[in-house]
């Protein structure tokens, strides 16, 4: 199977460029933010304690994300791989997806870190608040969620690093130049 983390920080590409890989490889998705976004959507318990934590730009608990994640990975076993989209965010989630991956005898193949400078994350972030009125994509929660990712999440870049699985990717210039750039690396690991 091949497994593959998305990585990178909020706006960076990672739903963008996560359709091209699901499309080009065949792999199942799973999007934390989407999923936490169906919960708030469908106005259940959970959701409602998320929408406090997203509105906030801050993180939803690892216990609750864990499980979204178990569950996923159990419904889709018979594809070819996954693709993590903004999962794991702490290092805890990530080594929570080792133990959950090893329970069926898999890994992580690489982890794909979509490096864009922070001015341009606000600026297409903003964009995507006025084209669409997502509640997170306002200016001082965007700040905060970056500033939560430098803190909390980019310590994981450290946990790929150890492992060898942790491949950084330019993610400025057009969506399809970019994926190429993911291409080539999935390319080095199938190899
Ligand atoms: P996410 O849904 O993961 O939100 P995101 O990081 O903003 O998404 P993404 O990075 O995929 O956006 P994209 O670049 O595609 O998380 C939302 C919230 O959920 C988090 O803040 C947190 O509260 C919670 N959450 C999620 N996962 C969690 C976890 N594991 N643990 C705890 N909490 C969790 O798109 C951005 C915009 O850029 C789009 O409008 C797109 O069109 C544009 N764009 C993309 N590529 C471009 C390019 N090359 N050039 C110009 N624009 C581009």
Do not use: C
Request: proline share 3%.
């Amino acid at each position: 199977m091949l497994n593959i983390v998305l990585f990178g920080p909020p706006g960076s590409g990672k739903g963008t460029q996560s359709e091209k890989i699901i499309e080009k490889y065949g792999l199942s998705h799973i999007s934390t933010g989407d999923l936490l976004r169906s919960e708030v959507a469908a106005q259940t318990e959970l959701g409602k304690q998320a929408k406090e934590i997203m509105d906030k730009g801050e993180l939803v608990s690892d216990k609750i994300v864990i499980g979204m994640i178990r569950n996923k990975i159990e419904e889709s076993q018979d594809g070819s791989g996954f693709i993590f989209d903004g999962f794991p965010r702490t290092v805890e989630q990530a080594r929570e997806l080792r133990k959950a991956l090893t329970d069926y005898d898999e890994r992580v193949s690489v982890m794909i870190s979509l490096e864009v400078p922070r001015e341009e994350l606000v600026k297409r972030l903003l964009k995507r608040g006025k084209d669409t009125g997502r509640s997170d994509d306002k200016l001082e929660t965007i700040n905060n969620r970056i500033d939560v990712y430098n803190r909390q999440t980019v310590p994981v870049t450290y946990y790929y690093d150890k492992m060898h699985k942790h491949a950084g990717v330019e993610g400025t210039g057009s969506v399809d130049k970019i994926f190429e750039r993911i291409v080539e690396v999935i390319g080095l690991i199938k190899n």
